[in-house]
């Protein structure tokens, strides 16, 4: 009977330290999946800052371009308007 005992307790100590084990799993499964909210709430929030970084770069781009257009075009017409000028006699 003591040797029944004796299993009994040693299978009563594995029980307990598988418990606990399995416990600790569980807290740490409890703060990785926090740890991931975190992450995928932070992640978000760098997507709309970088979305509207992107879009305020899109808009300095077109001006850019738009502004070289505009002095382009200006250019042309100055140009012409003296062509005009130095060709049509007074």
């Known amino acids: 009977m003591t040797t029944s005992n004796d299993r009994l ?12 084990t399995v416990q600790q ?3 740490a499964i409890d703060q ?4 991931i909210d975190k992450l995928t709430d932070d992640i978000g929030r760098f997507n709309e800052r970088l979305d509207t970084y992107e879009q305020g770069m ?4 077109q001006l850019a371009f738009a502004l070289l257009i505009s002095a382009t075009v200006a250019l042309i017409i100055n140009a012409a308007a003296f062509l005009v ?3 049509l006699p007074s």
């Open 58 to 61: 899109r808009w300095v781009v």
């Open 85 to 87: 000028k130095l060709l």
């Open 32 to 35: 990785n999946a926090k740890a």
């Open 9 to 20: 307790d040693r299978i009563e100590a594995l029980v307990d330290k598988t418990t606990q």
């Open 25 to 27: 799993n569980a807290n």
